[in-house]
Structure formats: structure tokens, C-alpha cells
């Protein structure tokens, strides 16, 4: 998701948006990740070293295993 910001905010940029927009991108995606990984911190010590098994079934399986390998 984050990356889907960055690129849409740049294309806008690209197009005549202010490029402050870059940086109130910026500040909502470190503002949003920060709130993200602090509801994930009690799950991390238990779920240390597992891994996972996926049946997505689909042509964007790729998407869901990206966002599981990231790695605060």
C-alpha cells in the first residue's frame, strides 16, 4: 500500500500537483506504518520463526506473499 501511495502521489506530482504532496505522502505512509506495526508487537514474540502456508488460488497470489515477507 505504501508503494501504491508513493507512485500515485508522484504521478500526481508529475502532473501539476504541488510537490509538497510528496511529503504529506510521506508523513501519512510513516504515520500509518508506525500505528500498523505498533498493534503487530504483541503477535511478533509468539509467531517468531513460523512460517505460513498459502491456498490463494489466484493470479495475485504474489501480492500476498510480498506483503507477508515485509519485515519491519
Known sequence: MSDALRKI???LVDRGAPAELLCRTEAVIE???ARAWDRITPFKERLAGKRA???T???K????????QERA
Open 57 to 59: 488460488g489466484g493470479v
Open 61 to 68: 497470489s504474489w501480492s500476498v506473499v510480498a506483503a507477508m
Open 31 to 33: 504515520r500509518e506504518e
Open 9 to 11: 502521489a508522484q504521478l
Open 53 to 55: 502456508l498459502l491456498f
